[in-house]
C-alpha cells in the first residue's frame, strides 16, 4: 500500500545545478530542435536558457517550474528517482482548454444545445487525479464515466457531496451493478446505464420496476464505420461493444412497451482510442447523428449525444497521421463535432441535444512525468581506438582480420570509398564470427575483429559527418554507433505501451540543455527482459528514430531524463514484471506563482511488491536470521557478520524496489 508524507514546501534556493561548464556554443534552442518541447508539449513544457527543462502547469506564458530543481529538491528529502511527477494544474487546465474550444465552436456554429465531458476513470484511475478531475471538473459541469464494479463504487463515494455531478455507466454490467445503479437514482445522483447489451437492458427494468424507479438511460451503438490505427477493430460492425440497429429498435420497442421510452436519454459511441487521422472522427459523427435523429423520428427524444473518447495527443508533435501523432487540432476536433451535430439535426428540424465527450487521453496525458537516473552505459566506445596499431599484412593471419586491417589503413590514408569500405568491413566481421563459431579463429584475433570493427566504424562515421546527405548503406551508422543507457526504471511498470503497441512517448534530458548531446543511444530499463528498452524516439525528421541524442556520462555527476505526457493508461496497465513496483509519485501544486509539493505517495517497497505475489516478508525475515545463527553456531560467520547480514535483509525489505542512484553500474 502507497504511504503518504505530509505537505511539503519546496526549498526552491538551495538545489543549484552542479553541472560541469557549458560548452558555449550550444544553447537551450538548439536542444529544442533536437528534443522539440514545443511541438508536442502544447505549451506546457520547454527549454530555458539556463539549459533545464521547465513545466508550465497553466500554459507556456504563466509560471515556469525547473523540472531539474523539483528533482533536486526530492532528492535532498530522500526521494530517489524514478519517480513520477504529476501536475495537477495541468489537469485543470486542460478540462478548461476542452471547455473553451467546444464552447468557441458552438458559439461559431450557432449551436442551440450545449457541451459537457465526462472523465473515463479507466484513463487513470489514481485517487488525486481522479479527485481532482472530479472537483475541478464540477466547477465546469463536467461528470465521470466509469466502465466496471469497482469503477463505479470508487465514483460513487467521491461524488456524495456532489449529487447532481453525473456519471455515465459504460462496460459489461451484472445484475448487482444494475440494482447499484438503479438505487443510486434514489440517492439523488445523475447516474445513467448505458445498455452495451440487450440483457442489460432487460435487468434495468427488472431493478426500475422493482425499486420503484424512473431511470435516465443510455444506449450504445455499434457504429459500422471503420476506425484507424490502433484501435480501429475496437469499432466496427465485429466490435464487441454496443447494440446492432435491430437490437436498438428492439431497444426502443421494449422500452415504449414498458411506458419507459422518455428514460432513454442518451445515445452513445466510442469510436476508438487516439484518433490520429480527423477523417475517421468525422464519419463515425455523421453515421452516429443519422442514428440520432432517425432515432428521434420513432419517437425517442434523446437529450445527449455521447461522442466517446478518442481525441488524441501529438506525442510525436508532427501534426501527421502516423499512430502517436494527430493530424488536427482539439479546435478542428470541437468545430467538427458540433458543426456535424448541428448542421444534421437542423436539417431534420430536430432540437440540438447536449453534446458529451469521453476524451480521457486529451484530459490527462500531459499532466505527469517520469524522471528516471541513467545508471551507467555500454556500448562501442570502450571498443574504438583511433591509435589502434595495425599489423603487418601477414599472409598467414585469417582473411578476414586481413581485410579489417587494410579497411582501417584505407581510412587512414584517407581512401573516399566509404560504402565500399563499409560493406567491406561488415562482411569481414560477419566471416570472422563464422571461423569463430567452427573453432578457426582464437580468441585473441577475435578480440582484434572487435577493435578494428569498431574503429573502421567509427572513422566511417566521421567522415559521414562531412556529408550533406548520407545514403544507404551508411544511413544507418548512427545507430550502430550508438551506446546503451542504463535507465533506472522498469518500462514494464511505468511505460507499459511502449512494450505493448510501441506508443511513442516524447523523452529528453530534463538539465544539460545548454551542453550538446554528443552520443545517440538506446535506453535499456534495469528488468531482466530485452525488451526492457526503449528504441523509438521522437525527432526532428518527423519520424521516429532508432536513437536519441544524448550527453556523456560524467561520473559522480547524476544525468536525468524525462519521459512526458505519461499520464494517460501507462500507471494502472503497468506490471510488477521481475517485481519493480509503483516508482514514487509527487503531486506538485502552483499557488501563487510558486510551486510546491502537496503531497508525495511513497512507491512500493520490497516488502510490499513480495506480498503481492504471496510471500510473507516478515517469515522470510526470520527464516533468514535462523540460517543466519546456525551459521555462527558452525563457526562459519561471526555474530557481528551475521548482524550485519540481517540488518541488510531487513533494510532491503524496507526500501525501494528500484536501484539506488548512487551506485553506478559502470
Ligand atoms: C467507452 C470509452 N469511453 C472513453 C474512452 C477514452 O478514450 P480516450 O482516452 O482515447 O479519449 C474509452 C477508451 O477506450 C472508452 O472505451
Known sequence: MPKTLPNMKADQSDTESKLPVTDSFWTASDSEQIYRSQAWGQGYFSIHDDGHMYVHPMGIERVGIDLHQIIEGLSERGIQTPVLLRFTDIVDHRLQTLKSAFAQAIEENDYQGGYVAAYPIKVNQQHQVVEEVARYGHQ?????????????????????????????????????YIEAVILAHKLGRTIIPVVENIRELDLIIKFAEKHGVHPRIGVRVKLASAGSGRWATSVGIKSKFGLTITELLHAVQTLRDHDMLDSLELLHCHSGSQHQDISTIKSAITELVHVFTQLHETGAKLKYLDVGGGLGVDYQGSASDQASSMNYSLEEYASDVIYRIGSICTAKDIDHPTVVTECGRAMVAYSSVLVFNVLGST???????PDLVVHDDNPSAPQPLRDLRHALNALREGSQNLAEIYHDTTRARGDAMSLFSLGYLSLEHRAEVERLFWTVCSLIQSACLD??????????????????????????????????????FPIAPIHRLNEEPTKRAVLADITCDSDGKIDLFVSDTGHPEHTLNVHEIVDDQPYYFGVFLVGAYQETLGDLHNLFGDPHAVHIEIEDDEWSIREVVKGDTISEVLSYVQFEPDRLARSLEKECERAVKRKAMTVRESRILSEFYESGLNGYTYLNPEDKIS
Not at 145 to 152: A, N, R
Not at 478 to 503: H, K, R, V
Request: aromatic content about 10%; charged content about 20%.
Open 140 to 176: 465546469l459541469g463536467y461528470g465521470l464515466e466509469v466502465g466496471s464494479k469497482p469503477e463505479l463504487l470508487a465514483v460513487m463515494a467521491m461524488t456524495t457531496d456532489t449529487p447532481g455531478q453525473f456519471i455515465i455507466c459504460n462496460g459489461f454490467k451484472d445484475a448487482q
Open 467 to 504: 556529408m550533406e546527405e548520407v545514403h544507404e548503406p551508411l544511413a544507418g551508422i548512427d545507430d550502430l554507433m550508438s551506446e546503451t543507457y542504463f535507465a533506472n526504471f522498469s518500462l514494464f511498470q511505468s511505460l507499459p505501451d511502449t512494450w505493448a503497441i510501441d506508443q511513442l
Open 379 to 385: 556500448g562501442p566506445s570502450d571498443l574504438i581506438d
